[in-house]
């Protein structure tokens, strides 16, 4: 049998560029995941730490390499324990690849009626500087935070969503979450951002929004009850001031399926699945 060297040689460099590629690329995806965030000081202070090491490797300093030595080897408890809202954050996104598909009842998209509704009360307490926080469950559970809050189990109306933000009223403080096209709680704590890039003038409601969009894939509006602007954040993005055009397009586009928009292939997998685990049922 003949080998081709430079056959080999060539298949060998690709993956080499390859396997260096995914390194990288899996750095950048480190390096978004914790932008904006304390783990980006907790990087720095371990980067010198590093480097303090290399030095004094270099300069043969016994005592000051075993000292730092012992630091890094116990670093991997240290590092899980640190990090483990990145961490959380990380495998949730990850979870919610597309490659795992989902439970079809859980990512049930909200229809036209809900946008309209949503609309309805956006539009009122905006008008009327009525402070606001709804979250949309999507394919990542809220199951921790809807324990936290009221339940409700009620069909969504503008009117209702409207009623329970009223100031003074007993629900009015906290979330409401939307879950399968029912508003499930009101009243419930949803987490808050350290995100430094959050501008200082926005209060505790866009600090929850932020940061249950930063350990799920949840879609949350806010109406400010200062200005009466319209905020939506999702998957640790904000979009500030939004009109009522933008909002609209946005939610529309999120939450109510094209006509012609037809199931991929592991889409189609799942709900057979899922229908033929209903009907043996």
Same mark, same amino acid.
């Given at each position: ?12 460099? @690709? ?19 914790? $932008? #904006? ?7 720095? #202070?371990?980067?010198?730490? *590093? ?5 004094? #490797?270099?300069? =043969? ?10 630091? @890094? ?17 990380? +495998? ?10 989902? =439970? ?34 999507? &394919? ?14 009620? /069909?969504i109306s503008g009117e209702l969503l409207i009623n *329970? ?8 403080? #906290?979330?409401?979450?939307?879950? /399968? ?14 995100? &430094?890039?959050?501008?200082?003038? +926005? ?29 939506i954040t999702r998957n640790s993005q904000f979009m +500030? ?26 889409? $189609? ?13």
């Amino acid at each position: 049998m003949k080998f081709d060297l430079q056959s080999i040689l060539t298949w060998q460099n @690709l993956m080499n560029v390859l396997d260096i590629l995914i390194v990288w690329y899996i750095i950048y995806r480190l390096i978004m995941l914790v $932008r #904006g965030t304390k783990a980006v000081q907790l990087v720095k #202070g371990i980067s010198l730490i *590093i480097i303090v090491r290399i030095i004094a #490797g270099f300069l =043969n300093l016994h005592t000051l390499t075993y000292f730092v030595d012992q630091i @890094l080897s116990w670093s991997v408890i240290g590092i899980i324990v640190i990090f483990q809202p990145e961490i959380r954050r990380g +495998l949730e996104h990850l979870g919610r690849s597309p490659i795992f598909g989902g =439970n079809p009842v859980s990512e049930k998209k909200t229809s036209e009626r809900m946008v309209h509704e949503l609309d309805k009360a956006i539009q009122y307490m905006s008008k009327r500087r009525i402070g606001a926080l709804i979250t949309i469950q999507q &394919s990542t559970g809220l199951e921790d935070y809807i324990e936290t809050g009221i339940p409700l189990d009620a /069909d969504i109306s503008g009117e209702l969503l409207i009623n *329970i933000f009223i100031p003074n009223t007993p629900l009015h403080d #906290g979330a409401v979450i939307i879950r /399968d096209n029912k508003i499930a709680v009101a009243a419930a704590y949803l987490p808050l951002s350290d995100n &430094s890039t959050i501008p200082k003038k +926005l209060g505790t409601r866009h600090r929850a929004a932020v940061g249950i969009s930063e350990v799920t894939d949840a879609i949350t509006i806010v109406v400010s009850e200062e200005t009466g602007g319209v905020t939506i954040t999702r998957n640790s993005q904000f979009m +500030l001031d939004l009109t009522r055009a933008e909002y609209m397009k946005y939610l529309t586009a999120q939450l109510v399926p094209p006509e012609d928009e037809k199931p991929n292939w592991y889409q $189609r997998i799942v709900n057979k699945l899922w229908n033929w685990g209903s009907n043996k049922k």
